[in-house]
Nanobody, 121 residues
Framework: QVQLVESGGGLVQAGGSLRLSCAAS????????MGWYRRAPGKQRELVAG????????YAVSVKGRFTISRNNAAKNTVYLQMNSLKPEDTAVYYC??????????????WGQGTQVTVSS
């Protein structure tokens, strides 16, 4: 069984910063890409940022230059999202995603439970 556990959401004023973390645990053989998605009220889920096992990154246009995605160097089983210069339109539930090769079950896509980020104006 593979689990993704997120932390770090909360309420912040516009212009402030938050750092999200997502740790993968369980019977994992390897993890390929990891990423962060978000779903704002009344909107579809969208990709915020992604990072491969080699460290290549990609960002949504709306967050480029403000958000930074990274992974821990050793086990590469934790992904972070540093969010700076937050705007009210960044308010959403943020979800962690991982492309995992599990010891049992092979390759699957896993999701965290979501963490609320609220940016006040």
């Amino acid at each position: 069984q593979v689990q993704l556990v997120e932390s770090g959401g909360g309420l912040v004023q516009a212009g402030g910063s938050l750092r999200l973390s997502c740790a993968a645990s369980g019977s994992i053989f390897s993890i390929n890409a990891m990423g962060w998605y978000r779903r704002a009220p009344g909107k579809q889920r969208e990709l915020v940022a992604g990072i491969t096992s080699a460290g290549s990154t990609n960002y949504a246009v709306s967050v480029k230059g403000r958000f930074t995605i990274s992974r821990n160097n050793a086990a590469k089983n934790t992904v972070y999202l540093q969010m700076n210069s937050l705007k009210p339109e960044d308010t959403a539930v943020y979800y962690c995603n991982a492309d995992v090769f599990a010891v049992v079950g092979g390759r699957n896509d896993y999701w965290g439970q979501g963490t609320q980020v609220t940016v006040s104006s």
